[in-house]
């Protein structure tokens, strides 16, 4: 066995150990990750007032920060997989999120064929109320229904918007 394999196993083990411990405190995986980014915040903080006079201490203080980040960012998806993070829900919340994002490109690309295309429901006002009103409600367990809802009315109006400018564009195409 090399040091090296050692020195790896070593840190495995203590990795191990903290993951284990911070499972075991039923902390949220996105309050590990948010540590992580306010550490790096502060790194970048420190990088940032680095100059001649005082670089070295700068730089050293910035790079142990950075070390402590490190940490969390390697301890957050651990985390998550310990303790079964709701694993299609991220996968839910994730789809949302595309679907949202294709609520407006396809406006954007039809409007840039045929002028307006202000059909289907999901606009923007009504993504942010349905996403207000599941997190004020969570309480009662409405977040998940809520994204349900926000998946398929927000997919429905992605292909009725495709459709629209399919319709209003046809005559367009070529015939070959």
Not at 19 to 42: D, K, M, Q, Y
Not at 57 to 74: E, N, T
Request: net charge positive; glycine share 10%.
């Amino acid at each position: 066995m090399t040091w090296t394999s050692a020195f790896g196993r070593g840190c495995g083990w203590l990795l191990d150990h903290i993951v284990h411990g911070l499972a075991l405190t039923r902390i949220s995986p996105n309050v590990l990750t948010f540590i992580g980014l306010v550490i790096n915040i502060v790194a970048a903080f420190l990088f940032g007032h680095a100059n001649a006079e005082n670089s070295g201490p700068m730089f050293f203080y910035a790079g142990l920060v950075i070390f402590g980040a490190g940490i969390f960012d390697m301890v957050d998806g651990r985390v998550a997989r310990r303790n079964n993070h709701r694993f299609r829900y991220v996968v839910l919340v994730a789809f949302v999120m595309v679907t949202s994002l294709m609520v407006s490109y396809t406006r954007a690309r039809a409007e840039a064929l045929i002028g307006q295309c202000k059909v289907g429901f999901m606009e923007r006002p009504e993504r942010i109320v349905l996403i207000l009103l599941g997190a004020l409600f969570n309480h009662w367990g409405v977040m998940a229904p809520v994204l349900w809802v926000l998946a398929a009315l927000s997919t429905i109006t992605v292909v009725h918007r495709i459709q629209y400018t399919y319709s209003k564009t046809k005559h367009l195409a070529p015939i070959g």
